[in-house]
T-cell receptor, first 114, second 115 residues
Framework: DQQVKQNSPSLSVQEGRISILNCDYT??????FLWYKKYPAEGPTFLIS???IKDKNEDGRFTVFLNKSAKHLSLHIVPSQPGDSAVYFC?????????????WGLGTSLAVNP | DTGVSQDPRHKITKRGQNVTFRCDPI?????LYWYRQTLGQGPEFLTY????????KSRLLSDRFSAERPKGSFSTLEIQRTEQGDSAMYLC?????????????FGPGTRLTVL
C-alpha cells in the first residue's frame, strides 16, 4: 500500500518555465515532508522540506506547498534549468517517536529542455 | 568532504556468498539509517540506529541481514547467503539528534548485483 504517491512518472518542461511536481499522501500521522533530487548512480540529495504546521516553504528557486486538508503537496521550480533534470522524490516522516524514517514515493522524472 | 560516505560503491557477488557494506555518516550526526532501493521504486527503510543502539528494524530485514554500529560512528550492513532478490542499491543516511532531525543526508549508495 503506497502511503506516498507521485502519480506522474515523468514531466517535461521548457527551460525558464515553471516545473510543478505533485505528491499525495494517505497517512495522517505524517508531520514532515521532504523533497529529494536524485541523479542516476548517486544517492538522493536533500532539496527542501516543510513541517505540517506550515503551508509554504521557499528556498531560492524551490518552493514547497502543503495542503493538509487535501493531503497534497507540490514542489515548484522557477525558473527551471537544464541542470534540474533528475528524478524527484517526495518523502514523508511519521510522528512516531525518535525514528524519523522516511516513507517515499516512486519518484517523478523531470526533463528540462533547453 | 564531510558528507556521508559508503564503501564499496559497487559489489558483484555470486549467489550464496556473504557481503558487507560500510557507511560513514556525517561526524556530528547521531542518527543513522539504512534504506534499500530497487529499480523504479523509492527507497525503503531497513533499519535505524541512534548512536550505537539499533532501535528499529523493518520486516524487510530478514535473518540473513545484520547491521551494526559498534562505536556509534560508522555502520556496517552484512548480508549472508545472498540471493538474486537482494540485488539493489543500499543507501545510508544520517541526521542530527536535535534541531533538523527530519532532514536525512544520504551517501552515494552501494549497488549490489547478485549473480
Amino acid at each position: 500500500d503506497q502511503q506516498v504517491k507521485q502519480n506522474s512518472p515523468s514531466l517535461s518542461v521548457q527551460e525558464g518555465r515553471i516545473s510543478i511536481l505533485n505528491c499525495d499522501y494517505t497517512n495522517s500521522m505524517f508531520d514532515y515532508f521532504l523533497w529529494y533530487k536524485k541523479y542516476p548512480a548517486e544517492g538522493p540529495t536533500f532539496l527542501i522540506s516543510i513541517s505540517s504546521i506550515k503551508d509554504k516553504n521557499e528556498d531560492g528557486r524551490f518552493t514547497v506547498f502543503l495542503n493538509k486538508s487535501a493531503k497534497h503537496l507540490s514542489l515548484h521550480i522557477v525558473p527551471s534549468q537544464p541542470g534540474d533534470s533528475a528524478v524527484y522524490f517526495c518523502a514523508a516522516s511519521p510522528n512516531a517517536g525518535n525514528n524519523r524514517k522516511l516513507i517515499w514515493g516512486l519518484g517523478t522524472s523531470l526533463a528540462v529542455n533547453p | 568532504d564531510t558528507g556521508v560516505s559508503q564503501d564499496p560503491r559497487h559489489k558483484i557477488t555470486k549467489r550464496g556468498q556473504n557481503v558487507t557494506f560500510r557507511c560513514d555518516p556525517i561526524s556530528e550526526h547521531n542518527r543513522l539509517y539504512w534504506y534499500r532501493q530497487t529499480l523504479g521504486q523509492g527507497p525503503e527503510f531497513l533499519t535505524y540506529f541512534q548512536n550505537e543502539a539499533q532501535l528499529e528494524k523493518s520486516r524487510l530485514l530478514s535473518d540473513r541481514f545484520s547491521a551494526e554500529r559498534p562505536k556509534g560512528s560508522f555502520s556496517t550492513l552484512e548480508i549472508q547467503r545472498t540471493e538474486q532478490g537482494d540485488s539493489a542499491m543500499y543507501l545510508c543516511a544520517s541526521s542530527e539528534t536535535s534541531g533538523r532531525v527530519n532532514e536525512q543526508f544520504f551517501g552515494p549508495g552501494t549497488r549490489l548485483t547478485v549473480l
